[in-house]
């Protein structure tokens, strides 16, 4: 065979192992222009981060801030703006076309490209049906649109959408379904999870799940005052684990409407478990003491660092567990009120005993 028909061979060769093996050919870079309107922000400083990092800087002259780029794929991009007295962050999808920025007072949106427009009008669409479906507090409109993502998440794994609903409904708000959050980031295509906000998910995701409702809780163990070990929930008793810490000024108001639910239903088998997140022997000791706080108080006085707080997911105090008979989360981050109808009902159906309060 001569030589420039044996080269002309391998090469068509390689070209089709390439594209039987899914190699594709590099796309051409593709035009992007940003264009924020921002008059209240008037020589605030501006910084564009694309997947976390910053790719430009600049000021907001006349109301205007603007960038012309090139990008081979759509991206995450936040842009931050910061005056003396205050920030503010604004995600968007990296992508071809002009993209239009505008403060619209309670909040600054993206408009102008295809997924930025989807965003854009699900957040306008979902918003109404809420309330047109009579969810009208805060709580069961965020419940309402988190089951919307999980549809989207289903139906697109693979859309950045999908990744930015998620974060935006489920990242760091304890009152999503932790069971569901797992389940939708598992859904998630590989190259998603592994974005900027992906991997701040990631972990995220797995502590919350371990402490999930209807899980069964960690059986680990901690000193009380006197230094003497003590499980953190009892088999066989409704256990309140509540994480607190003498310099909380939250947790402190928590623990007085704590002990009038303790009286309440100690003589029926409610049992307290006080986790301090202190690091001060002494300033943990005097809260016990001025508080009167009558059930269990333990803590390694590691705070943060504790074993027992990173088992339990604890980012924020005060945190509670409401742990079953057979250790199983029923409930947390509950407040006072609702501990204490959970109990009413639980401990009824248990003792078949009316005279709960």
């Not at 998440?153 to 489920?170: G, I, T």
Request: glycine share 6%; charged share 20%.
């Amino acid at each position: 065979m001569p030589v420039s028909l044996k080269i002309s061979f391998i090469s068509l060769l390689f070209l089709f192992f390439a594209f039987s093996s899914g190699a594709q050919p590099k796309r051409s870079p593709y035009p992007v222009s940003i264009k924020a309107f921002l008059p209240a922000w008037e020589n605030a400083v501006v910084v564009l981060r694309v997947n976390g990092s910053a790719l430009t800087a600049g000021t907001i002259s006349n109301g205007i801030f603007s960038y012309n780029t090139f990008c081979d794929t759509v991206a995450e991009a936040t842009l931050e703006v910061r005056s003396r007295k205050k920030a503010t962050y604004t995600t968007f999808f990296l992508e071809p076309g002009t993209i239009r920025i505008l403060d619209e007072g309670m909040r600054i949106s993206a408009y102008g490209t295809e997924l930025n427009n989807r965003f854009a009008a699900l957040e306008t669409s979902w918003d109404s049906s809420a309330r047109a479906g009579g969810h009208v507090t805060g709580l069961q409109a965020a419940n309402w649109k988190r089951s919307k993502v999980a549809s989207l998440v289903e139906k697109e794994p693979s859309s950045l959408l999908s990744l930015r609903m998620l974060y935006r409904y489920f990242y760091l708000d304890p009152a999503a379904d932790d069971t569901l959050y797992y389940r939708l980031f598992q859904l998630l295509e590989p190259e998603l999870q592994y974005t900027t906000q992906g991997k701040k998910m990631h972990e995220e995701v797995k502590g919350r799940y371990a402490v999930a409702l209807g899980r069964k809780a960690a059986e680990l163990s901690l000193p009380d005052a006197q230094k003497t070990l003590r499980p953190l929930y009892q088999q066989g008793s409704y256990t309140l684990l509540h994480f607190w810490a003498s310099w909380c000024q939250p947790c402190r108001k928590e623990n007085n409407l704590l002990r009038k639910i303790y009286r309440d239903y100690a003589c029926l088998g409610l049992v307290i478990t006080g986790v301090s997140m202190d690091e001060d022997p002494g300033a943990w000791a005097r809260a016990i003491k001025s508080e009167k706080l009558e059930w269990t108080q333990v803590s390694d006085l590691q705070a943060w660092k504790s074993p027992v707080a990173e088992a339990y997911n604890i980012i924020a105090i005060p945190s509670n567990f409401l742990i079953g008979p057979d250790g199983t989360i029923l409930a947390k981050n509950v407040d006072p009120d609702d501990i204490r109808k959970f109990l009413r009902k639980s401990m009824a159906d248990s003792t078949n005993n009316t005279g709960l309060r």
